[in-house]
């Protein structure tokens, strides 16, 4: 076994800085020094859900990017110092018709998440990237293209390629009427990634606040979406709606500002929704969701970003000052997405975090 630093929960929103144990390499794996690691809502939950009492490991964090240590003795693709970024999954069957089209997000016996998961050879728990060293199957790092800022790139890795693949799956590009409802972590990647495909593109916020932002990241316009003279305004007017809201919701306001055979791609929120048929068949309109991203995607995804100079809107914190990170996170308090820099778990393991 290798040792490393790491944030581990200890209890319900907890963590500690304490010693953890990486595998060693296989001969497809590589070790990744981690410099950086984004602050995503599935860390809150997960923190928010963990109980110590069953004995599974929770150390958060899928959106890394840092450097390669080491490698297994069967990788070609990359050599020690390659710059490499890790999402949210790092194995799948890759047998399945959805690993076989290139969708390991959605293979049939689950992908292995990259925290929390179970690793498909010892069946141990994986750890996340809240630790200054990550090892994963080469198939599952991804190069990170030149020219991309390794900590502002970090959260491309969940955010960015969960409304990466619905943009493209729903042919958005020069002339598509996209509306981006919420103006978070996803919200403000799909609005960068959106504009960078050409699409005309509207923000829906609950609030006139972030115009401003709003319009610097590109969108032509801001709705608030509790202005109802202003929602009835825009009613069947975009091709993609992209619903990044966490919260649980009724997306029946949204469905009505979907054009005619039009999409509502709802993928903040996972859970159960109550959609009125009527909303949908008064002008062909489909409700649609998406997650995570597979192999093939995540790379053109970096490709393109690279290609446009999109990063996230970060703020960059050490990893001492987690708990800061997620107590805002909780509020909505950030623009655009936290991002860890862990560097500073070089220092030894003493098990106290700031608390700010
Ligand atoms: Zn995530
Ligand atoms: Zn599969």
Redesign the pocket.
């Known amino acids: 076994m290798r040792t490393t630093t790491g944030l581990r929960a200890i209890g319900p929103d907890t963590l500690r800085r304490v010693p953890l144990e990486r595998r060693d390499l296989r001969p497809h794996d590589v070790a990744v020094r981690v410099d950086y690691c984004g602050v995503?809502?599935?860390d809150l939950q997960a923190l928010s859900q963990y109980d110590p009492r069953a004995g599974t490991p929770l150390v958060p964090g899928?959106?890394l990017t840092g450097v390669v240590s080491e490698t297994g003795s069967e990788v070609t693709a990359f050599t020690a110092g390659d710059r490499v970024a890790v999402g949210?999954i790092v194995d799948a069957c890759g047998a399945c018709a959805m690993c076989t089209a290139g969708q390991e997000n959605f293979c049939h016996s689950f992908p292995t998440l990259t925290y929390a998961g179970t690793d498909r050879q010892d069946g141990t728990t994986t750890l996340g990237g809240f630790s200054r060293e990550y090892v994963v199957r080469d198939a599952f790092a991804h190069r990170l293209p030149d020219g991309l800022d390794a900590a502002a790139a970090a959260p491309l890795l969940?955010?960015g390629v969960t409304v990466w693949e619905p943009l493209r799956a729903l042919g958005v590009g020069t002339g598509t009427r996209v509306a981006v409802a919420g103006l978070g972590g996803l919200g403000h990647l799909a609005v960068k990634l959106a504009v960078a495909l050409g699409a005309d593109t509207t923000v829906l916020s609950r609030t006139p606040d972030k115009r401003e932002d709003a319009l610097r990241l590109g969108a032509g316009d801001l709705v608030v979406s509790t202005d109802e003279a202003r929602m009835a305004a825009v009613r069947d007017s975009f091709d993609v709606v992209i619903d990044t809201v966490s919260a649980p919701h009724d997306p029946a306001p949204y469905l009505k500002l979907v054009a005619m055979d039009g999409t509502l791609s709802h993928l903040g929120h996972l859970g159960p929704v109550t959609v009125e048929v009527m909303d949908l068949l008064v002008g062909r309109k489909k409700l649609s969701s998406a997650g995570s991203g597979g192999r093939a995607g995540t790379a053109e995804m970096l490709d393109f970003c690279a290609a446009h100079g999109i990063v996230a809107d970060v703020e960059v914190l050490p990893s001492a000052q987690v708990d800061t990170a997620l107590a805002r996170l909780r509020r909505n308090d950030v623009r655009y997405r936290f991002v860890l820099d862990m560097a500073d778990l070089d220092r030894a393991p003493d098990g106290e975090l700031d608390r700010r």
């Open positions: 995503c809502h599935t899928h959106e949210n969940c955010a």
